[in-house]
C-alpha cells in the first residue's frame, strides 16, 4: 500500500509539476527571434500602426496566437484555430513550445496600458 501512496503522489507531482516559464528566457528568446524588429523593443511601440501592442497582453492568448501562426504556416486546414501571416507565420515556426511558453509569459508580465493590475 506504502508503495502504491508513493507511486500515485510521484505521478501526482509530475503531471502537476510542469516548469513554469522561465521569464528571463522568454525575454531573451524574444531578442534573439527578432521580434522587435516589429513590436518594439519594450513589446509596446510597435514600428507600423497595425502592428499589436504585445507588453501587458493575456498570457494564453499569445500562446494561443503563437501555436495558431504555427499551424497557419504548416498548412493545416482553415479553422478558428489557423492564423495565416507570411511574416507572423515564418518567425511562429521557428518556436518551441518551452519558447512559447516564456516568450507569452514575458509579455503578459510587461507592463502595458492593456493590463489592468491590482
Given at each position: 500500500m506504502r508503495t502504491l501512496w508513493i507511486a500515485l503522489l510521484g505521478l501526482g507531482l509530475t503531471a502537476t509539476g510542469a516548469q513554469a516559464a522561465?521569464?528571463?528566457a522568454g525575454k531573451a528568446a524574444f531578442e534573439k527571434y527578432t521580434c522587435a524588429s516589429?513590436?518594439?523593443?519594450?513589446?509596446?511601440?510597435?514600428?507600423?500602426?497595425?502592428?499589436p501592442i504585445l507588453a501587458?497582453?493575456?498570457?494564453?492568448?499569445?500562446?494561443?496566437?503563437l501555436i495558431a501562426y504555427q499551424r497557419g504556416q504548416a498548412g493545416a486546414p482553415a479553422s478558428?484555430?489557423?492564423?495565416?501571416?507570411?511574416?507572423m507565420g515564418a518567425m511562429a515556426a521557428q518556436l518551441s513550445a518551452v519558447d512559447i511558453e516564456n516568450?507569452?509569459?514575458w509579455l503578459?508580465?510587461?507592463?502595458?496600458?492593456l493590463a489592468v493590475r491590482k
Amino acid at each position: 500500500m506504502r508503495t502504491l501512496w508513493i507511486a500515485l503522489l510521484g505521478l501526482g507531482l509530475t503531471a502537476t509539476g510542469a516548469q513554469a516559464a522561465d521569464l528571463q528566457a522568454g525575454k531573451a528568446a524574444f531578442e534573439k527571434y527578432t521580434c522587435a524588429s516589429c513590436h518594439g523593443a519594450d513589446a509596446k511601440t510597435p514600428m507600423m500602426p497595425e502592428y499589436p501592442i504585445l507588453a501587458g497582453q493575456h498570457q494564453d492568448y499569445l500562446a494561443h496566437a503563437l501555436i495558431a501562426y504555427q499551424r497557419g504556416q504548416a498548412g493545416a486546414p482553415a479553422s478558428a484555430n489557423v492564423r495565416k501571416n507570411a511574416i507572423m507565420g515564418a518567425m511562429a515556426a521557428q518556436l518551441s513550445a518551452v519558447d512559447i511558453e516564456n516568450i507569452s509569459a514575458w509579455l503578459s508580465a510587461q507592463p502595458s496600458s492593456l493590463a489592468v493590475r491590482k
